[in-house]
Every structure is written in C-alpha cells, then in structure tokens.
C-alpha cells in the first residue's frame, strides 16, 4: 500500500474500504480505494479518511452561491438559457459546456411580464448560482448588483451604451430595455 504524503496517479491502490472512507479525490470499488486524479496522498487516521490533493489545478465547478458570467443562448416565456463560463474571481474558465436557466420569477424582485424584454440572445449576464443539483443550473438576478453587464443591439449587432436605465446604440441611436447590473459596461466580461 501507499503512504501518507506520496504522490498517486488515477487508479492507485490506495487502501481498502475496511479501513478508510474515500475522500476528494479518491472512490471505491470492489472493497478497496483508489485514486481518480493525480496529486499527493493524504490519510486521516482521525477519521479513517484518504484524500488525494491535487498538484494541478482542478477546473472549477459552480456551487449554490456563487456569482456567474454567462452568455444568454436562448430567451423563452418562462426561462432564459444561459452559457455559463466562468465563476466570478476564479482565473480558470469551467470545463465544457454548463448551462444555467433563469426563470422569470428569478429576474428581478417585483413582478416581471416578459422575459424578452430582460434578456436577449447575446447578452452577457452576472447571475447568482441558486441550484446546482437541476440541470441545467438554476441561476437568479434578483440581486441588484446582478443583471446584464453587456449587451449588443438587435438591429446592428453593436455594443450599446447605458444611458440611465436604458440602452442605446452609439450607431442607429435604436434603443432597449434590460434587466440592467450596476456594473453594466465595466468590470469582468
């Protein structure tokens, strides 16, 4: 067996499930704990626990909690679908494809009639992760710091420009109407 401290690659034998629970990092199969990433091996006796601590970093994963950026993909009724790719402060971009779902009642907190009239396709969104255990992710911009940061118009397909609570395109001068965060235009995109 491997001791503690030692570096493990995915399928090391690491102990039996007799004796340890599988942590982070670690599973069990047939009776004995293996490892499923690469990193260093540490064991708590304490709680008969094997972890394994990675020596790369791992991509990382939404949690109910967290602030996203996403891009709005589609726009329907009751829901907006929205690509998420990034948690908010983390360096390291998610790993393939996270869909997250804003429902109308999670839009703003008074009373929303049309959805299409907070989101367009297009729009890059900061939204608050509220479920992770539906998929696609369930997402909230009640909050008011949360909201579109950036949004381009449906006729030209260029930025606009925040001018009080509306938008305006610097181009055709068409202006719209978003469920708008306090950092539109600035920030993180």
């Given at each position: 067996?491997?001791?503690?401290?030692?570096?493990?690659?995915?399928?090391?034998?690491?102990?039996?499930?007799?004796?340890?629970?599988?942590?982070?990092?670690?599973?069990?199969?047939?009776g004995?704990?293996?490892?499923?990433?690469?990193?260093?091996?540490?064991i708590?006796?304490?709680?008969?626990?094997?972890?394994?601590?990675?020596?790369?970093?791992v991509?990382?994963?939404?949690?109910?909690?967290?602030?996203?950026?996403?891009?709005?993909?589609?726009?329907?009724?009751?829901?907006?679908?929205?690509?998420?790719?990034?948690?908010?402060?983390?360096?390291?971009?998610?790993?393939?494809?996270?869909?997250?779902?804003?429902?109308?009642?999670?839009?703003?907190?008074?009373?929303?009639?049309?959805?299409?009239?907070?989101?367009?396709?297009?729009?890059?969104?900061?939204?608050?992760?509220?479920?992770?255990k539906?998929?696609?992710?369930?997402?909230?911009?009640?909050?008011?710091?949360?909201?579109?940061?950036?949004?381009?118009?449906?006729?030209?397909?260029?930025?606009?420009?925040?001018?009080?609570?509306?938008?305006?395109?610097?181009?055709?001068?068409?202006?719209?109407?978003?469920?708008?965060?306090?950092?539109?235009?600035?920030?993180?995109?």
């Open positions: 067996m491997v001791e503690d401290g030692e570096f493990v690659v995915p399928g090391a034998e690491l102990g039996y499930s007799e004796e340890f629970i599988p942590g982070e990092g670690a599973y069990e199969e047939e004995k704990v293996y490892a499923s990433r690469t990193g260093t091996l540490v708590d006796m304490k709680e008969r626990k094997i972890t394994v601590t990675p020596k790369t970093s991509p990382p994963i939404p949690d109910n909690g967290d602030i996203v950026i996403g891009k709005v993909i589609d726009v329907k009724p009751q829901n907006a679908l929205v690509n998420v790719v990034k948690i908010k402060g983390v360096d390291r971009s998610l790993p393939g494809e996270v869909l997250g779902s804003i429902h109308i009642s999670q839009t703003r907190n008074v009373y929303v009639a049309d959805l299409g009239k907070e989101f367009r396709v297009g729009d890059i969104v900061l939204a608050k992760v509220t479920n992770t539906r998929t696609p992710l369930q997402l909230s911009t009640v909050q008011k710091e949360l909201g579109v940061i950036r949004a381009f118009c449906g006729r030209c397909a260029l930025p606009l420009a925040r001018e009080g609570n509306k938008l305006k395109c610097p181009n055709c001068g068409r202006t719209e109407v978003r469920r708008l965060s306090p950092s539109y235009g600035s920030g993180e995109v």
